[in-house]
């Protein structure tokens, strides 16, 4: 059974402890990077021909053309039509869930007009293609195309291509049906770094997007980081974490899952437990030996938990809450009495799970908001995948001949203090004399 650390948030090296808990490694295996480096470089010159040549190695699928690479809009209806009812009406479910979410986050567009005439404001258009990573081969993520797509179509760009890999020219029907569903309008099977960097530079057959979103291993991250500013990614992302606050309450067995449900993600994953009752602790810990035998992916668990994992006694609730803001956990569950409450006090995470009822695998399927979340406390400065992601801002500025005057005075005054002529003449042009 796996021994999980255990930590007192009154003693005088407890942050120091924290952070040690904390740390990940985030920077790029160096073999990895110069991998890709050479995959991208190479795309980005070949275009096609590169991309024919990795998907043969890489992907064992030899097809003679990149269109050949392109799944069809009838081949994902297939999809849809061949699942059973069970699994198409959860799909359905959900997409409509977080499409309904997304609606409320459609930035519009808004003005104003000053006393002498003078239009500011703010005009909000979408991308003109956004790009979907989606892993392939025996990995199924069809939640993945829902969260990452909907959003996009919400937020009306045009077009939406996503990769997917294809091992060997094996598809899933449940990823497939997902993109049928959310409105993905075109498909390529192709995956790896080399996937990243057609979504990024374009091919004769792979258009160019403006953003690339969703998740992938390490060379896919890799790529992705690598090929922000040419394009925009969504972030890059590390192992899935969840901090539950419990006041010792909820039935351990249900804590216990709902650190499982991380954990067993993959051995990186981690699983941090709070709570102001020690008694709790240990049940919660009864529970992980007692239901951890009955897991498919104990050894992902079991080796997840000895890992990375941390049972943290806090005196008092405010002092829970101190370290969850100090944590800023992609996942936080607040199992506990007026959770809304002490939602309030929460200023950094993903995504907060209020209540006992309220489990945080809820929020992976089809609560409605993005599961695309901040992970390795970039809480403290992002927010979840939405909509914002997809739509762009630019500011409106229309001058009346009066505003230019006014405007005009301020603006070549502070230009000739920064020794800039042109600008302070081009404003004084339209002074009033």
Not at 119 to 142: E, N, S
Not at 229 to 243: F, K, N, R, T, Y
Not at 408 to 430: D, P
Request: charged letters at 20%.
């Amino acid at each position: 059974m796996p021994e999980i650390r255990q930590l007192n948030a009154s003693d005088k090296d407890f942050w120091q402890q924290l952070d040690t808990v904390l740390a990940w490694e985030q920077s790029a295996d160096s073999g990895v990077a110069a991998i890709v480096t050479d995959i991208l470089a190479d795309v980005k010159k070949r275009g096609d021909a590169a991309v024919l040549e990795y998907t043969k190695k890489l992907d064992r699928l030899d097809v003679s053309s990149a269109d050949q690479l392109e799944l069809s809009q009838a081949t994902l209806q297939k999809a849809l039509n061949a699942i059973d009812t069970k699994h198409r009406d959860a799909l359905e479910i959900a997409a409509e869930r977080v499409r309904a979410y997304a609606r409320h986050q459609k930035m519009e567009s808004w003005s104003y007009t000053e006393a002498d005439g003078t239009v500011l404001g703010q005009k909000i258009t979408p991308m003109d293609r956004a790009g979907l990573y989606v892993p392939g081969g025996k990995a199924a993520y069809p939640s993945s195309v829902l969260m990452n797509a909907i959003p996009a179509k919400v937020a009306e760009v045009p077009e939406l291509i996503m990769v997917v890999p294809a091992p060997g020219g094996e598809t899933n029907d449940l990823v497939l049906a997902a993109a049928a569903i959310a409105g993905v309008d075109r498909i390529f099977t192709i995956g790896g770094a080399q996937a990243v960097a057609a979504l990024a530079y374009g091919t004769a057959t792979i258009p160019k997007v403006d953003i690339i979103t969703g998740p992938g291993n390490s060379y896919v991250a890799t790529a992705k980081r690598m090929v922000y500013g040419v394009v925009g990614i969504d972030m890059i992302a590390g192992p899935s974490e969840i901090l539950v606050v419990c006041d010792g309450k909820t039935d351990p067995d249900w804590i216990a899952m709902d650190l499982f449900s991380q954990a067993e993600h993959d051995e990186e994953a981690q699983s941090i437990l709070v709570s102001t009752d020690a008694e709790f602790l240990v049940k919660v810990q009864a529970s992980i030996e007692k239901l951890l035998l009955e897991m498919p992916r104990k050894e992902i668990i079991k080796t997840s938990l000895q890992n990375r994992a941390a049972f943290i006694l806090a005196e008092t609730m405010e002092q829970a809450i101190a370290v969850a803001n100090h944590i800023a956990p992609e996942h936080l569950e607040l199992s506990v009495e007026n959770a809304e409450q002490w939602a309030e006090k929460i200023r950094h995470a993903g995504a907060i799970f209020m209540g006992r009822y309220t489990a945080e695998a809820l929020g992976d399927y089809c609560a409605g908001p993005n599961h695309v979340l901040p992970t390795s406390g970039t809480a403290r400065f992002s927010s979840p995948l939405g909509v914002y992601d997809f739509q762009k801002r630019s500011s409106l500025i229309g001058c009346s001949a009066q505003g230019a005057s006014e405007l005009g005075r301020c603006a070549a005054t502070l230009a000739h203090g920064e020794g800039l002529v042109a600008h302070a003449r081009s404003a004084e042009y339209r002074i009033k004399k």
